[in-house]
């Protein structure tokens, strides 16, 4: 079993690029906080705040548990950072498009 640790983050690539990498790293921020633990990281991409709930539904419905970023300048939320997952448990995850550059 792959003992390696990755941690997924979802982001809204309704948002500018600035806008993205600053939420991006709040997520990730605040799930250090709450998970206390290092892994390698994998970001998704999703378009809009329903998708996003969309995403943390999903997420609700597997038991994974993750933290949610809410920007208060613009009043919504605006990404996730799941807690780390090992071996089978990221499989879950395959259903997600990977974040790609719009260039």
């Known amino acids: ?20 990498l600053v939420q991006i790293a709040h997520a990730a921020h605040d799930a ?15 378009h809009g705040e329903e998708k996003l709930r969309h995403a943390a539904s999903y997420l609700d419905s597997k038991g994974i548990p993750y933290q949610m970023f809410h920007e208060t300048d613009i009043g919504e939320h ?5 807690t780390p997952l090992m071996g089978d448990a990221r499989k879950a995850l395959r259903k997600f498009k990977m974040y790609r550059d719009a260039s």
């Open 32 to 46: 250090g906080y709450k998970f206390g633990d290092h892994s390698h990281m994998c970001v998704f991409e999703l």
């Open 1 to 20: 079993m792959d003992t390696t640790p990755y941690t997924y983050l979802f982001i809204r690539k309704d948002l500018s690029m600035a806008q993205q």
């Open 78 to 82: 605006t990404a996730i950072c799941t």
